[in-house]
C-alpha cells in the first residue's frame, strides 16, 4: 500500500521560510516524478511545483518560481519544497503527491498517489 506522508508546516511570519517533507512508504520515488499542490480555504487544489524522476527538470508556477524549490533525495525516498520569503497568500493545505511517469508534470490528473497535505499559515 502506498503512502505518502508530508511534514514540515506550521505557522510562520510573513518573509520567513518553512520545509516541507514527503516521505513515501510502499513505493519508491526513484525515477518517478514529483509535485507539490496547495489548497486554500474555499479554492481548488492548485499546482506549486514538480521534479522530473531523474531531478533534471524542474517546474513551477509564477506565484512561487524564485522563492520555492523542489527537491529529491531517492536514498532516503522523501522529496523536499523549501519555502523562503513566504507571503500571506502562500496560506494553504499542502499535498506532495507522485505519478508512475518519470516526466515532471503541473497536471493534477497526471498523479496517482497523494499525501493528506500539511498546513501551512503566513501571517504576523
Known amino acids: 500500500q502506498v503512502q505518502l506522508v508530508e511534514s514540515g508546516g506550521g505557522l510562520v511570519q510573513p518573509g520567513g521560510s518553512l520545509r516541507l517533507s514527503c516521505a513515501a512508504s510502499?513505493?519508491?520515488?526513484?525515477?518517478?516524478?514529483a509535485g507539490w499542490f496547495r489548497q486554500a480555504p474555499g479554492k481548488e487544489r492548485e499546482f506549486v511545483a514538480t521534479?522530473?524522476?531523474?531531478?533534471?527538470?524542474?517546474y513551477y508556477d509564477d506565484s512561487v518560481r524564485g522563492r520555492f524549490t523542489i527537491s529529491r533525495d531517492d536514498p532516503k525516498n522523501t522529496v523536499y519544497l523549501q519555502m523562503n520569503s513566504l507571503k500571506p497568500e502562500d496560506t494553504a493545505l499542502y499535498f506532495c503527491?507522485?505519478?508512475?511517469?518519470?516526466?515532471?508534470?503541473?497536471?493534477?490528473?497526471?498523479?496517482?498517489?497523494w499525501g493528506q497535505g500539511t498546513p501551512v499559515t503566513v501571517s504576523s
Open positions: 503527491a507522485t505519478s508512475t511517469e518519470s516526466w515532471a508534470a503541473i497536471d493534477i490528473f497526471r498523479y496517482d498517489y
Open positions: 510502499g513505493h519508491t520515488f526513484n525515477n518517478y516524478a
Open positions: 521534479i522530473s524522476g531523474n531531478g533534471a527538470t524542474t
